[in-house]
């Protein structure tokens, strides 16, 4: 099925780009166009992005090593 006529982007397309790391409407159009042309297929995007879907997300939100050690020694 397709999420983006204007460029024939597929659910499945969309899936895998999130799956290598493109966690908004905005990096999805970066590694495929989608969502750049009409915009309407943006809140599609969106929604099969969902919420806190983004694994890059986690990543940041942990602690460097460095830090958490200082935060361990304080």
Not at 8 to 20: C, R
Not at 26 to 54: E, H, M, N, P
């Amino acid at each position: 099925m397709y999420v983006c006529s204007c460029f024939g982007v597929t659910v499945a397309q969309v899936k895998q780009h999130a799956e290598d790391g493109a966690c908004t409407p905005r990096q999805i159009a970066s590694a495929c166009k989608a969502g750049t042309d009409c915009g309407g297929c943006v809140r599609r995007i969106q929604a099969l992005l969902g919420r806190g879907a983004c694994p890059r997300r986690e990543q940041v939100d942990e602690p460097a090593p460095a830090l958490a050690r200082l935060d361990e020694a304080a």
